[in-house]
């Protein structure tokens, strides 16, 4: 399964809504997660099946969408929040992430 | 608190092999399975292997099957990755995690900071 992520780049400004998307090529169900990756950082676990915020993750984190599309959105964003972010689906093996958001200060 | 540290990366010429461990605390390793995961340098996230809490159920991305192999040491809360016939594009950062999914593997809650591997003559 291809997951593909668009923009590849987002330029925002602090405070702005961010709004991320990962397509996949077959349904993968809810079966789909999001991760954030600073750079010299491991990845974080952000959201899980979909639309589940994992442990001590902020409220202006979503994610949205089932089946082939699904959304990430940073309702306002924080200094913290530039990063790049990937998109993993594990409905079926190999699982796969996608190419990855860089969203980076305008 | 969940900690990952992975250890034995390194700097080697193709065709070499290498092995990886990654060393779980704070949390009862026997229940989760486990993975690893690689990121080339200025790449993106690579799925590499899984296993399954009694090493039932082992899984391989196809760019490494036959030459990786993934196993796991329970009584000591340790994870493994064995590299042979290492080729320049297995150069990267790889990542043990922990697997959170409990009926559906594929869910990495927790990373390791992990281990660069090097493969270059």
């Known amino acids: 399964i291809v997951l593909t992520q668009s923009p590849a780049t987002l330029s925002l400004s602090p405070g702005e809504r961010a709004t991320l998307s990962c397509r996949a090529s077959q349904s993968v169900s809810s079966y789909l997660a999001w991760y954030q990756q600073k750079p010299g950082q491991a990845p974080r676990l952000l959201i899980y099946d979909a639309s589940n915020r994992a442990t001590g993750i902020p409220a202006r984190f979503s994610g949205s969408g089932s089946g082939t599309d699904f959304t990430l959105t940073i309702s306002g964003l924080e200094p913290e929040d530039f990063a790049v972010y990937y998109c993993?689906?594990?409905?079926?093996?190999?699982?796969?992430f996608g190419g990855g958001t860089k969203v980076e200060i305008k | 608190e969940v900690q990952l540290v992975e250890s034995g990366g390194g700097l080697v010429k193709p065709g070499e092999s290498l092995r990886l461990s990654c060393a779980a605390s704070g949390f009862t390793f026997s229940s989760y399975s486990m993975n690893w995961v690689r990121q080339a340098p200025g790449k993106g996230l690579e799925w590499v292997s899984s296993?399954?809490?009694?090493?039932?159920?082992?899984f391989y991305a196809d760019s490494v099957k036959g030459r990786f192999t993934i196993s796991r040491d329970n009584a000591k809360n340790s994870l493994s990755l064995q590299m042979n016939s290492l080729r320049a594009e297995d150069t990267a950062v790889y990542y043990c995690?922990?697997?959170?999914?409990?009926?559906?593997?594929?869910?990495?809650?927790?990373w390791g900071q992990g281990t660069l591997v090097t493969v270059s003559s």
């Open positions: 993993l689906q594990r409905s079926d093996w190999p699982l796969t």
């Open positions: 995690a922990r697997d959170g999914g409990n009926s559906r593997l594929g869910l990495f809650d927790y």
């Open positions: 296993i399954t809490t009694g090493s039932t159920y082992i």
